[in-house]
């Protein structure tokens, strides 16, 4: 019976340690969390931006689409030589999620573009980013038009 509150002592110098890298792991996922949904942010805002895409998008970024998958380069490619047009859409994000997974994060949304004329279309997309050499970047991305009614 003596040895009881030894043990006790014990149990919680183990456990302590414990809650502390648990809470860490917390704080350290928030932040990950936190940096990656800037990161799809900006490239909302600059989806039209090769040379802003430069350095969203990974060196081995596939983009998949319903013709076929499109490699960073084709994508910066693309859009070098058919540059944007001034078309005054608003887009924004509706129920985007982030999920970290060590280095890789998954973040899924809907985009919300709205035309000059008030028409809007809505887009439900899957990004995956990687995190490497100190920074994330985008490696996946897939998306479809959204539509609100359900089978």
């Not at 002592?9 to 932040?31: F, G, M, R, Y």
């Not at 998958?69 to 490619?77: G, N, S, V, W």
Request: aromatic share 8%; glycine share 4%; net charge negative.
């Amino acid at each position: 019976m003596r040895f009881r509150p030894l043990i006790c002592v014990a149990v919680v110098l183990v456990a302590l340690p414990l809650t502390v890298i648990s809470a860490d792991h917390k704080n350290n996922q928030s932040e990950q969390q936190q940096a990656v949904l800037e990161l799809e942010q900006r490239w909302l805002q600059a989806e039209d931006n090769p040379d802003a895409l430069e350095s969203i998008l990974a060196g081995d970024f596939i983009h998949v689409l319903p013709f076929g998958f499109i490699t960073k380069a084709d994508q910066i490619q693309y859009l070098r030589s058919h540059p944007a047009s001034d078309h005054r859409t608003s887009k924004h994000f509706e129920e985007l999620r982030a999920r970290i997974f060590g280095t890789a994060a998954v973040v899924t949304g809907i985009v919300v573009a709205t035309s000059a004329d008030g028409k809007t279309q809505k887009t439900i997309f899957t990004d995956v980013f990687a995190y490497r050499n100190g920074r994330w970047q985008a490696v996946n991305a897939q998306e479809l038009p959204f539509s609100e009614a359900r089978p």
